[in-house]
């Protein structure tokens, strides 16, 4: 006989939400703007109390975080998950990259949806959110990149907008892998395009055309390994794109976005350009501010091809260093990972060509690790900066704020507790990231995340990493960001175009022949003739003007221009041979 089974005991309604509570007690909260010794009370995904002394129900799970910062949770501005490169896919999936993220303090990515050429954008668009809905770990927006233009793409872009949360797009100024670019023209219409719809545009930007020369330049001189990569693509290159497509924008009266800048001319380019009022935002890399591209000429094939990347790493070794400063001082606004990494057996695709090896590396873990690194344990940013470059600026920009990048009552409950004293060594070894290479190999750490919260959730404490597959959310993105657009309307308005209004024009136009040829032009003469006069000889020219072998005699007196007005008088300041009061 089976035994009874024993009745399910019904859990009181308190205790139901209780693993959805969370207190925060004692630590330094870090905005942006300001900071504050407050406690934070999260319930259901959301920041309920912020204070001290709060009254909380109980259950909560309490966190001390005394000594240590709250911060709002990293926003990475470019991923590149399951991205699909000659053939191959970089190993880290939507699953394992957002699981790798967490781990770094990064509770939002931005993912690029690639469509093939000619694919439908909606087609590619919704490819990816079914393969990204089943794995994700956190929140996600998705940029959709535009590989051609045509009318069904302007419709479709429409659509993203409208229907679908898509409130930028990305697009590439030179061919980079299997990635093909767009011409100036087709990136003009983009950008007027997006401003229409309200959304941003980011850009590759690189000049595609001197690129295609310098490679097989490199190509000639019989230099196929990784180092060719970056000689073929200078640092004149980048910078020349970034003032062209910012000169694009400023013609269209449309915001841009300069995603991963890599040299010091191009920065220096976007300062500049700010300094004149143009709306435009730079974003930079861990790697660019980390490593420089003379790595790519180690006699180690497989660590040179780890650090291809595009637009390159450059050679100038000072350049790491000047970008984090740039970036210290709001010069460069957000940071991204452009995490897209690719194994060794992937990169020696391109063993006996550079031109094929997949670019990318990591930084979807590392990338606050290395930026707290690299700018508040150099000296250059203090925290409230920190939090600007790796999450509030990035909500701002995209039309997240103050929902993420904010420790507000009401804002996601997307935060990490930061011990500025820990010391974190990173390495392929202990890495959540599934390449088999990291570019940040030994770089020691001092500050890292001792716990993070993605959507009210714990998904790293002490215990370790603990994720949802398929836990994180899409976030529909509204277009028409104030942070972005403000100044657009504004000079939208002021700006407007409009016609003159005037008398219509009644004077003698240039004809053209059948052919093409401009027609003779008949002389109009000041004194009008008949072909006969019973005084004067006065036959007309072919261009119809007086001959002048005639003779304008006549024994009446008469003058052949007697009937044209006369002048009353004439003062001749310069006549010939000097004036008569002067002195010779």
Not at 15 to 31: C, D, E, T, Y
Not at 44 to 49: E, H, L, P, S, T
Request: charged share 20%.
């Amino acid at each position: 006989m089976a035994s009874a089974r024993t009745p399910l005991k019904k859990v009181p309604i308190h205790l139901q939400s209780a693993q959805l509570r969370l207190f925060i007690k004692g630590g330094r909260i870090v905005n942006d703007d300001q900071s504050l010794l407050a406690d934070i009370y999260i319930e259901d995904g959301v920041i309920k109390q912020i204070g001290n002394n709060l009254v909380v129900p109980g259950g909560s799970r309490i966190f001390e975080a005394k000594g240590k910062l709250i911060i709002p949770g990293g926003i990475d501005t470019c991923t590149h998950f399951e991205r699909s490169c000659y053939g191959t896919v970089s190993p880290d999936d939507f699953y394992s990259g957002t699981r790798a993220a967490l781990a770094g303090g990064t509770t939002t990515v931005i993912q690029f949806v690639v469509p093939e050429f000619n694919q439908s954008l909606l087609d590619a668009y919704n490819k990816c959110r079914e393969s990204a809905g089943a794995k994700v770990c956190c929140d996600y927006l998705l940029q959709v990149c535009l590989t051609y233009w045509t009318d069904r793409v302007s419709r479709e872009m429409e659509m993203l907008v409208k229907d679908n949360g898509v409130n930028s797009f990305h697009v590439f100024m030179a061919d980079v892998g299997d990635q093909k670019s767009l011409p100036e023209a087709d990136i003009y219409q983009v950008l007027l395009r997006c401003k229409q719809l309200g959304a941003l545009l980011t850009v590759h930007a690189e000049n595609g055309c001197l690129i295609e020369e310098k490679t097989k330049e490199i190509m000639s001189h019989g230099i196929t390994g990784p180092e060719g990569h970056v000689l073929s693509r200078p640092e004149e290159a980048e910078a020349e794109a970034v003032y062209r497509v910012i000169a694009l924008a400023s013609v269209a009266n449309a915001p841009v976005y300069i995603s991963k800048v890599m040299s010091r001319s191009s920065a220096d380019i976007i300062h500049e350009q700010r300094r004149k009022g143009k709306v435009v935002f730079g974003e930079v890399i861990p790697a660019a501010l980390a490593a420089d591209g003379n790595q790519c000429f180690s006699r180690s094939w497989r660590h040179a091809a780890g650090y291809i990347m595009n637009p390159p790493l450059r050679l100038d070794p000072t350049t790491p260093e000047y970008l984090a400063d740039l970036l210290a001082n709001d010069d460069l606004q957000v940071t991204g990972s452009d995490h897209c990494a690719f194994d060794a057996n992937q990169k020696a695709i391109g063993k006996d060509d550079f031109r094929r090896i997949p670019g990318g590396a990591n930084g979807a873990e590392d990338r606050l690790l290395v930026i707290w690194e690299k700018g508040v344990t150099s000296g250059k940013m203090d925290a409230n900066r920190f939090v600007a470059v790796t999450s509030t600026t990035a909500a701002k920009v995209f039309n997240l704020y103050p929902k993420k990048g904010r420790i507000a009552i009401g804002s996601d409950a997307d935060l990490v507790i930061w011990d500025p004293t820990s010391t974190r060594t990173i390495s392929v070894s202990s890495q959540q990231q599934k390449t088999d290479f990291n570019i940040f190999e030994g770089l020691t750490c001092h500050g890292a995340p001792s716990v993070v919260i993605s959507g009210g959730c714990v998904t790293v404490d002490e215990d370790g990493l603990h994720v949802t597959q398929g836990g994180g959310r899409f976030i529909s993105a509204a277009s028409g960001c104030e942070f972005v657009y403000g100044r657009i309307r504004e000079r939208e308005k002021l700006n407007k175009p409009g016609r003159v209004v005037r008398e219509p024009y009644t004077g003698p136009a240039l004809s053209y022949t059948s052919n093409g040829t401009p027609e003779p032009q008949k002389m109009v003469s000041p004194f009008p003739l008949t072909e006969k006069s019973d005084e004067f000889q006065n036959r007309i020219t072919r261009s119809g003007g007086r001959h002048l072998q005639d003779s304008s005699f006549s024994l009446s007196g008469a003058q052949i221009d007697d009937n044209v007005p006369q002048r009353a008088g004439m003062k001749v300041s310069q006549p010939p041979g000097g004036k008569s009061s002067s002195i010779w």
